[in-house]
């Protein structure tokens, strides 16, 4: 299995541009979800999938951030516009269920730096 | 809400030395966590379950004392591979919710 792949692994963008992160997860697992980690607040979950039915997006920061989950195997997360503010780490990570005893696959996660 | 703390270090230690770290949870409800570990500029992985029995793994003792809502990490004979940042994690009844992580850095 080739686990969770995320792309790209680095993104620099302009502020005002838009930007698409990409996840393909585990197949067989039907959660996804998205985090953003930084140094002041860790990591957040943004939103969550369970069989590509967005579940909670009550992390999602504002309306600049999108995800849709149009198959069992692509997510994409959307910023637009983008702001510096957004400059993080975005993680995709998939499960076989939201909590309890499977943990979570995290993919190898997106920098973005937004200048 | 759910709420993991932990001390963020870092924990700096010799080869060869017992480290231990603890973290608080706010879910008194939670019956069973998780210990996370990640490498610099790499994602969190899966370290090692916690249940109210503990577990043990190799060099690593996790313990899970739900009176005072705390869990704990032991390592043993520390390794310079086991510098990174170790998470703490409540999966709770819906997400994993995590620790900002505490650091250890083992040197030579």
């Known amino acids: 299995d080739a686990g969770v792949i995320q792309s790209p692994r680095h993104e620099v963008t302009e502020m005002g541009q838009e930007v698409t992160l990409r996840c393909k997860p585990i197949?067989?697992?039907?959660?996804l979800f998205w985090y953003r980690q930084t140094m002041m607040r860790g990591l957040e979950l943004l939103i969550y999938?369970?069989?590509?039915?967005?579940?909670?997006d009550s992390g999602m920061p504002e309306d600049r951030f999108s995800a849709k989950m149009p198959n069992a195997s692509f997510s994409t997360l959307k910023i637009q516009p983008s702001e510096p503010r957004d400059s993080a780490v975005y993680f995709c990570?998939?499960?076989?269920?939201?909590?309890?005893?499977?943990?979570?696959?995290f993919g190898s996660g997106t920098r973005l730096t937004v200048v | 809400r759910k709420e993991v703390e932990q001390d963020p270090g870092p924990f700096n230690v010799p080869e060869g030395a017992t480290v231990a770290f603890n973290c608080t949870y706010s879910n008194s409800a939670s019956q069973s966590f998780f210990w996370y570990r990640q490498d610099c500029r790499k994602e969190p992985k899966l370290l090692m379950s916690?249940?109210?029995s503990g577990n043990e793994d190799g060099r690593f003792t996790a313990q899970l004392n739900r009176a005072s809502q705390y869990i704990s990490l032991l390592i043993r004979d520390s390794k310079l591979s086991d510098s990174a940042t170790y998470l703490c994690v409540d999966p709770g009844y819906s997400t994993l919710t995590f620790g900002k992580g505490t650091m250890l850095l083992v040197s030579p």
């Open positions: 916690v249940y109210s």
């Open positions: 999938f369970n069989n590509n039915v967005p579940i909670d």
């Open positions: 197949s067989g697992h039907d959660y």
């Open positions: 990570a998939s499960s076989l269920s939201a909590g309890g005893g499977y943990g979570y696959t």
